[in-house]
């Protein structure tokens, strides 16, 4: 009367119960009603709750507890559903944890390395130039590359890429580049636009003109009152004279002046030579160079004490044989406005009219030579 279950076999308790005055077994059972089915949504399970009132009272009767209703065994197969959809939910997300934690391991390792071996190249290039890398490491190395590590995005596949191998190279060019600024820097705070000018300034010439014209213009200056003296000229013809030496002299020192500043510029432009050169080795510095700006401040100095020390001596070269004034021009000059008469003793502003007949000049008189009729006179 029972399934193998521990069910009561209903077909065997329809067959108790089922004889009756008929004494057919097929016949209805009155108290018998359909059985209620409900189905998870889920998974499509159903559960069938018999209500018989003739199950329920031999259940009883066995001492059977009163079956499940259906929606109790579908509250029970939904939580036991949802517990294991829960178990497997965690475990997924366990297992995602997990992964991501060993993929997040596995990335830091990865940059790390790939930061440490681009380290060991760049500190390797630096050696390669004869520079030691921890003489930059702070100031130019470390920065550089944690840029290039923080720029790496999470999880990246291949960290590696961040760290070129041309990155060394634009190390060591930007540490170039900055020692290159910093040397034309330094020169530039030594050879400012007037440096070569204050070191042989314009006024050079003017030390050594004077002394120039005193000796070819003094001596004219005194052989014109010589002739003035003696009677060669008058008071108008040594006046147009002297006007003449004024005029030459004045074109004298404005020769003078141009061929100084000739040589001036020829020495500025040795100078500029030596700060040119000084930019050059500015501009072409390598890693391992060393620059030092006074070295060439040095020899711009040097230079300058030596051009002018030697300045007089270029100008009287520059001027070698040259006569700015010749005696001769300067008393046709004189002559050529005091007129034909030559001053004199009877005639002092050397006019004609005031010549006597039988006067003879002192010069003329020394001319002659000495007779017998002259014995004793002296």
Do not use: C
């Not at 010439?205 to 000229?233: C, H, M, W, Y």
């Amino acid at each position: 009367m029972f399934t193998p279950g521990g069910q009561i076999d209903l077909l065997s308790f329809h067959g108790v119960y089922g004889g009756g005055k008929g004494g057919g077994g097929n016949q209805t059972d009155p108290y018998a009603s359909k059985p209620i089915v409900l189905t998870d949504p889920v998974n499509g399970k159903t559960f069938v709750q018999e209500s018989n009132p003739n199950i329920i009272m031999m259940q009883s009767r066995f001492g059977f507890d009163p079956p499940k209703t259906a929606q109790q065994q579908l509250n029970e197969e939904i939580a036991q559903r949802q517990a294991q959809e829960k178990a497997d939910s965690d475990a997924a997300a366990a297992k995602k944890t997990s992964d991501a934690a060993a993929a997040e391991s596995t990335f830091q390792t990865s940059r790390q390395k790939a930061y440490d071996d681009a380290l060991q190249a760049v500190q390797r290039k630096f050696q390669l130039q004869g520079v030691d890398p921890a003489t930059y490491m702070t100031s130019d190395i470390v920065p550089t590359l944690q840029r290039q590590f923080n720029s790496i995005q999470d999880l990246s596949p291949n960290p590696a890429a961040a760290f070129p191998d041309t990155l060394a190279d634009s190390i060591i060019g930007n540490v170039t580049g900055g020692k290159r600024t910093q040397a034309n820097t330094a020169l530039n705070q030594i050879f400012t636009p007037q440096y070569v000018n204050n070191l042989l300034p314009d006024t050079t010439t003017n030390s050594f003109v004077p002394d120039i014209l005193n000796e070819q213009f003094n001596p004219l200056s005194q052989q014109l009152q010589n002739a003035q003296k003696r009677g060669t000229l008058n008071p108008v013809g040594y006046q147009a004279a002297l006007d003449a030496l004024t005029q030459k002299k004045t074109a004298a020192q404005s020769t003078l002046q141009n061929l100084g500043q000739g040589i001036l510029d020829t020495d500025r432009s040795g100078i500029n030579d030596i700060i040119s050169g000084a930019r050059t080795s500015a501009n072409s510095l390598g890693l391992a160079d060393t620059f030092d700006p006074s070295v060439f401040a040095g020899q711009a100095g040097s230079r300058a004490q030596a051009d002018l020390s030697n300045f007089g001596g270029a100008l009287r070269s520059a001027v070698g044989d040259t006569k700015f004034a010749d005696l001769t021009d300067l008393l046709n000059a004189g002559g050529a406005v005091q007129g034909a008469a030559n001053p004199n003793a009877a005639n002092p502003t050397g006019g004609i009219q005031g010549t006597s007949q039988f006067f003879v000049s002192p010069d003329e008189e020394a001319k002659k030579g000495r007779g017998l009729g002259n014995t004793g006179a002296f």
